[in-house]
Each structure stands twice: as structure tokens, then as C-alpha cells.
């Protein structure tokens, strides 16, 4: 005697610890819905247990309370999620080491200082690189050249970091949206990271609402106050597919790109304030980048 036939299952942290199990169910032609946080009123009254997860899940997806197509994470969408978490490390030491680099001048003897202190960031790493710290001397002046060097040769080797992932992850972002590069102000990374937010399967965004929804750009009416047909800020969905739109727009409007300008000038002479046309515009890009995904 069995249950019936299994026409979905909720999952929760298909994104973590619950990926293996999605794609383990989705291999197998089950429906996959991604599943959010527990009910915290039955977990306050009866604590946390796995069983209360898992009636929960059941719960969620069979009353259609969660209703969102897990990502399957199985192709080109995915191999571009991997290679952005890299980058975002690089990028931040990168700068840190940096920044580090530069303020270890400050304080350096004034040998150091007078030769490396007035330089730009380039000019610094590669002469701080350079540097051959001699033991036997000032132990100040060795101390501040071995740093220098530590840190001014690990810039030099996330820049080859860095460029080893932007070399792979051109063709991956060409092959999961071809036509998304050819959108006025979206580049290489802004790509990368609108692809990641819809994922492998872009299909289960099932239309241009829920993709503004899932980028944090759907409008949200101003409901107290004078509201005169104004719109808040929406501080939901993925923010970082909301910088990349942001990013678009900003693109845009620095290099007066004429259907963005005319709008921005129009909204401007209605009263309009630049953050709220800034929005608009974003919802409007998501419309174009939605157009873009592979259907």
C-alpha cells in the first residue's frame, strides 16, 4: 500500500545543504519547490525538530504557500556562480592588500617614503615587488620591505587570479544568454550575475513580474502618508541581480544613452526625484534582461 504518486517535494536550502537532494529529485522528473524558512510559530511551540521541518516542507509545497521551481544547478549557470564567488574573494584582497600596501607608507623610514610614497596603486605594487629586503641592516627598514613585498606580489598574483576567471567566464556567459551582451551597459560581470539569479533552469520564472520580483525591482505603492502615486524602495529579491540592474542604469546614464536620458528628463519635469526614476529605469532593464534569458 503506498501514498500515491509523488508530484512534488519541498525542499529547504536548495541552494546549500539541500542541493544534492534537488538534484537528485530532479533527475528523477520531480517537481523541486525551494522552501522558506519554517513556520517560526509552530517551531516556538514545539521547538525544532527535523520531523517539524519536514511536515512543514510538505506543508509549504502542497498547499502552494511556496510555489518557487528550485534552480536544477546543472550547467552553464552554475559553473558562473563558482567562478563569481572566486572573483568576489580576489577582488576584495585584492584591494585590502592594497590599501594595506599603501598606508605601510605612512610610517615607513624616509627612504622608503621618498621612493614609493607619491606613486599610483599600479606603480606601487609593481616597484614594491621589486624590493630585495637585506638582513643585517635596519631591522625597521627590512621589516617594512618584506611586508611591502608579501603584499605587493600576492596583488600581482590575484591579478593573474583574476584574469584566469574572466578568461572562462566570457564563453560560459555567451553559450548560457547569448543575446544578454548585446544590451546597452551590461558587461561581462553584470551578465554573470543576473544569469546566476536566474539560474540553470530560467524557465521555472515563469514571467517578466516574477523576474523584477526576484531582482527586488517590482514596484511596492507607498500605502500611508501623502502618496500621490509614489513607490518605495523594495529591499527584497537578490540584491546582488540588483546592483548588477543598478549598474545598467547608472552605465547608462554616464554615457547618455538616449532613450535613458529622454526618460530621465521627462520624469524630471513631472517631479519625479532622480532615486525614483532610478528605479523605474531598473524595473524597465529587468524587462530587457528577461527578454535575454534562454527560455
Not at 547608462?252 to 528628463?265: D, I, S
Request: glycine share 8%; net charge positive.
Amino acid at each position: 500500500m503506498g501514498f500515491g504518486t509523488i508530484e512534488r517535494v519541498g525542499v529547504e536550502g536548495t541552494g546549500a545543504y539541500g542541493a544534492g537532494v534537488a538534484r537528485h529529485l530532479s533527475r528523477a522528473s520531480v517537481t523541486v519547490i525551494e522552501i522558506d524558512r519554517p513556520n517560526r510559530q509552530q517551531r516556538r511551540q514545539h521547538g525544532k525538530s527535523d520531523q517539524l521541518d519536514a511536515v512543514e516542507a510538505a506543508r509549504a509545497a502542497l498547499s502552494g504557500r511556496c510555489q518557487g521551481r528550485a534552480k536544477s544547478g546543472d550547467s552553464f549557470a552554475e559553473a558562473i556562480r563558482a567562478l563569481l564567488i572566486a572573483k568576489r574573494s580576489a577582488r576584495s584582497t585584492r584591494i585590502r592588500s592594497i590599501v594595506q600596501l599603501r598606508h605601510l607608507m605612512f610610517t615607513a623610514p624616509d627612504e622608503l617614503r621618498a621612493k614609493l610614497g607619491g606613486l599610483t596603486a599600479i606603480q606601487l605594487v609593481n616597484e614594491a615587488a621589486k624590493l630585495r629586503p637585506r638582513a643585517g641592516g635596519d631591522v625597521v627598514v627590512h621589516g617594512i620591505k618584506t611586508a611591502a613585498t608579501i603584499l605587493a606580489r600576492r596583488v600581482q598574483a590575484l591579478d593573474v587570479e583574476l584574469d584566469t576567471i574572466d578568461i572562462q567566464l566570457f564563453p560560459l556567459v555567451k553559450a548560457a544568454a547569448p543575446g544578454m551582451l548585446n544590451i546597452f551597459g551590461v558587461g561581462v560581470d553584470t551578465a554573470a550575475v543576473l544569469i546566476v539569479a536566474a539560474g540553470d533552469n530560467p524557465q521555472r520564472i515563469v514571467s517578466e513580474s516574477a523576474w523584477a520580483m526576484i531582482c527586488g525591482v517590482a514596484p511596492i505603492p507607498v500605502m500611508s502618508g501623502r502618496i500621490d502615486n509614489r513607490y518605495r524602495l523594495n529591499s527584497g529579491g537578490n540584491r546582488q541581480a540588483n546592483n548588477a540592474l543598478w549598474r545598467i542604469v547608472i552605465t547608462r546614464l554616464g554615457q547618455h544613452e538616449p532613450r535613458t536620458m529622454a526618460y530621465m528628463n521627462r520624469r524630471l519635469a513631472e517631479g519625479k526625484s532622480k532615486p525614483e526614476i532610478i528605479r523605474c529605469l531598473k524595473r524597465y532593464v529587468a524587462r530587457e534582461t528577461f527578454q535575454a534569458l534562454l527560455r
